[in-house]
């Protein structure tokens, strides 16, 4: 996307993912500490919200420095709801915290290993840009989920 859309240099692409996956890594540790402090919940229904703006946002821009701020929100929004998702995983099958765990990180590395070849697809077919945008669809779709998440029993008792 850094080299065919935004017409940057592979050493540009290369360090907008450094940049993507160094944010993540901060808030992946970030969104543990929300949760504790706000709820797990709520982070994770924020997280996905964000998502949806910042990703039709970079869809937009054609600066890559102006992206590669997007970026750094984007990983953000994406690695934030990682622990808690993982904590709400546990919290609602407790007494099974390695098949909790196992589930929510699995479930969505398999969905995203099914989905990505089609994505590509797609992408061969429309264009970089066409399948970046059709991925906005992918956190409306969470978001509209996290409505649907309510108290875990072991928050509750």
């Known amino acids: 996307y850094w080299i065919e859309v935004l017409g940057s240099s592979k050493a540009a692409g290369g360090a907008a993912l450094t940049v993507m996956f160094?944010?993540?890594?901060?808030?992946?540790?970030?969104?543990?500490?929300?949760?504790?402090?706000?709820?797990?919940?709520?982070?994770?229904r924020i997280?996905?919200?964000?998502?949806?703006?910042?990703?039709?946002?970079?869809?937009?821009v054609t600066h890559p420095v102006?992206?590669?701020?997007?970026i750094v929100f984007i990983a953000y929004g994406l690695f934030t709801v990682t622990?808690?998702?993982?904590?709400?995983g546990q919290k609602y099958l407790?007494?099974?915290?390695?098949?909790?765990?196992g589930v929510t990180l699995g479930l969505g590395v398999s969905i995203g290993g099914m989905v990505a070849p089609l994505v590509g697809k797609y992408a061969d077919l429309n264009g970089l840009v066409a399948a970046m945008r059709l991925l906005v669809i992918v956190p409306v779709l969470g978001t509209l989920v996290t409505?649907?998440?309510?108290?875990?029993?072991?928050?509750?008792?």
């Not at 160094?22 to 994770?44: N, P, Q, W, Y």
């Not at 407790?94 to 765990?101: C, D, I, T, V």
């Not at 108290?151 to 008792?157: F, Y």
């Open 147 to 157: 409505l649907t998440l309510r108290r875990p029993a072991a928050d509750k008792a």
């Open 94 to 101: 407790p007494g099974r915290l390695g098949f909790a765990s």
């Open 22 to 44: 160094a944010a993540g890594g901060i808030s992946t540790l970030i969104g543990g500490h929300l949760a504790d402090r706000f709820g797990a919940i709520k982070i994770v």
């Open 83 to 88: 622990t808690p998702m993982i904590i709400l």
């Open 47 to 60: 997280g996905w919200a964000l998502l949806v703006p910042l990703l039709f946002l970079f869809t937009r």
């Open 66 to 70: 102006i992206a590669m701020v997007c």
